[in-house]
C-alpha cells in the first residue's frame, strides 16, 4: 500500500511559480515511480512529468518541457514539481500517482497503482 498527498497548489498570475509537493508514505521495501498528471473540468487526466526511483529518470510532456522540473528529497520520499512560466492553460487539478513493480510506460494512467486526492491550480490572465 502507498499513500499519497498533495500539497502547494493555488492561485497564481501568469508568468508566475508554484511548488507542489507529492507526499508518500508506505511500500518501504521496494522502490516505486511517481507521476504527476493534472486534469481540467470536461477533460481527460493528462500526463504531465514522471520520475523513476530506480533509474533517476524523468519524463516531461511536451507542453512542459523547459517550465516544469520534477525532484526528489533525498532524506524523505517527497517528490516535487516546480512550475515557471505559467499559463492559463495550466489551471487545472495537479494529481500525484505511485507505479508499483513491475513498472510499465510512466506516461500511461493504467501504469499507476496508487493516487492523492489531488490540488488546484490556478492561473490567472
Known amino acids: 500500500q502507498v499513500q499519497l498527498v498533495e500539497s502547494g497548489g493555488g492561485l497564481v498570475q501568469a508568468g508566475g511559480s508554484l511548488r507542489l509537493s507529492c507526499a508518500a508514505s508506505?511500500?518501504?521495501?521496494?522502490?516505486?515511480?511517481i507521476g504527476w498528471f493534472r486534469q481540467a473540468p470536461g477533460k481527460e487526466r493528462d500526463f504531465v512529468a514522471s520520475?523513476?526511483?530506480?533509474?533517476?529518470?524523468?519524463n516531461y510532456a511536451n507542453s512542459v518541457n523547459g517550465r516544469f522540473t520534477i525532484s526528489r528529497a533525498n532524506a524523505k520520499n517527497t517528490v516535487f514539481l516546480q512550475m515557471n512560466s505559467l499559463t492559463p492553460e495550466d489551471t487545472a487539478v495537479y494529481y500525484c500517482a505511485a507505479d508499483v513493480p513491475p513498472y510499465n510506460s510512466p506516461i500511461d494512467r493504467g501504469t499507476y497503482d496508487y493516487w492523492g486526492q489531488g490540488t488546484q491550480v490556478t492561473v490567472s490572465p
Open positions: 520520475i523513476n526511483y530506480s533509474g533517476g529518470t524523468t
Open positions: 508506505g511500500h518501504t521495501f521496494t522502490d516505486y515511480g
